[in-house]
């Protein structure tokens, strides 16, 4: 099953002032059930930018992007910002490069967040929360704050909040950038386990080779072009 279809997709930012900055031009890619995929490229290149637009955390400006699940197909462009997030909220789990966690909140509280907007009880929440920190190694750091939490364990905690609404997808940037390489190893088997666990769909943008050794396919962006799959009405990109 695709997940995910981009149909050539651009994106151009336009600052106030009117500057504009082609981010990624006409790229085509799917995304399918089960993948493990490897985003890489230079820095600049456009690999957030991707990331997203597939998390539809972003508007393309140019093409179409589709989303299809068990319960749900759609292409993002018919789907009000409501609508979207809503999407996200059950169907795509994002770890943003930095770990975004709130810094108010308890590592359990960040976890079940996701949650609240669900019919489920305090109580169920925290129970969900902390069964799926203590399954990655955090039983012990459940009621600490992010300040209170080493890089990698903060990493797992927001692939917890990730992963807690059983998304269909998985989207994570840079997940390893910040880490030492032993916290780094730590979260890409995690990354895994869960992948397999859930049958996720999962993208990984990366500079890290160890993390494109172990996908099942990779995806180059250069000047946001899609490195891998030129597309035929792009002269630049086949030249
Ligand atoms: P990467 O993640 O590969 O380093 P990005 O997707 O962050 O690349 O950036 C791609 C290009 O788009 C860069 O030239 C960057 O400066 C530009 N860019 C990214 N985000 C914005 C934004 N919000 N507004 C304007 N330009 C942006
Ligand atoms: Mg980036």
Do not use: C
């Not at 981010?23 to 990331?51: H, I, M, Y």
């Amino acid at each position: 099953m695709t997940v995910l279809r981009f149909h050539n997709v651009s994106k151009t930012y336009q600052s106030e002032s009117g500057n504009k900055t082609a981010a990624l031009f006409n790229v085509s890619l799917e995304v399918r059930q089960g993948d493990f995929l490897a985003v890489v490229g230079p820095s600049g290149s456009g690999k957030s930018t991707l990331l997203h637009l597939m998390g539809g955390l972003d508007r393309p400006t140019g093409g179409d992007i589709s989303f299809a699940s068990e319960s749900i197909t759609r292409s993002f462009n018919d789907l009000s910002e409501r609508e979207l997030a809503r999407l996200r909220g059950s169907e795509i789990g994002i770890m943003y490069q930095g770990f975004h966690l709130l810094p108010t909140m308890r590592a359990w509280e960040n976890v079940a967040l996701p949650l609240v907007f669900r019919k489920i009880s305090l109580n169920e929440r925290k129970k969900q929360a902390e069964e799926l920190l203590e399954d990655l190694g955090l039983q012990q750091r459940l009621n600490h704050y992010p300040s209170q939490l080493s890089g990698g364990e903060q990493q797992r905690v927001a692939l917890a909040r990730a992963v807690i609404s059983k998304p269909t997808l998985l989207l994570a940037d840079e997940p390893t950038g910040n880490l030492d390489s032993v916290s780094a190893d730590y979260v890409l088997d995690l990354l895994r386990t869960i992948h397999k666990r859930y049958r996720l769909a999962t993208v990984i943008v990366t500079h890290d080779q160890r993390v494109a050794d172990i996908a099942s396919k990779t995806i180059t962006i250069v000047d946001g072009r899609n490195y891998d799959r030129p597309s035929m009405n792009d002269s630049r990109a086949r030249s």
